[in-house]
């Protein structure tokens, strides 16, 4: 059974920095592209970012260029969110997925990881 567990979410004020991290576990995790979505208050979830695997390329949002780095451990089945410079605008839901391409996600999706940024 796949799971996908987000966790490093919180309350930072502008400008602040969080790394959020997903443990995934029940599939072969490092033949999978992953990502990193988005869900504003009252909106649609979107995608921030993506990594691929074997490979490791990276593709973000423009709203989140120069400010978020995506990186993966494959030993620990990790993904990982650095959020630094972080605005208003990014609060919300954090979810990660897992894709055989970025931004299409394969699985249920886990519960997520709020983050608020507010001073």
């Known amino acids: 059974q796949v799971h996908l567990v987000e966790s490093g979410g919180g309350l930072v004020q502008p400008g602040g920095s969080l790394r959020l991290s997903c443990a995934a576990s029940?599939?072969?995790?490092?033949?999978?592209?992953m990502s990193w979505y988005h869900q504003a208050p009252g909106k649609e979830r979107e995608l921030v970012a993506g990594i691929q695997s074997p490979g490791g390329n990276t593709n973000y949002a423009d709203s989140v260029k120069g400010r978020f780095t995506i990186s993966r451990d494959n030993a620990k089945n990790t993904v990982y969110l650095q959020m630094n410079s972080l605005k208003p605008d990014d609060t919300g839901v954090y979810y990660c997925?897992?894709?055989?391409?970025?931004?299409?996600?394969?699985?249920?999706w886990g519960q997520g990881t709020q983050v608020t940024v507010s001073s």
């Open positions: 029940g599939f072969t995790f490092s033949i999978y592209a």
């Open positions: 997925n897992a894709g055989y391409v970025v931004g299409v996600p394969r699985f249920d």
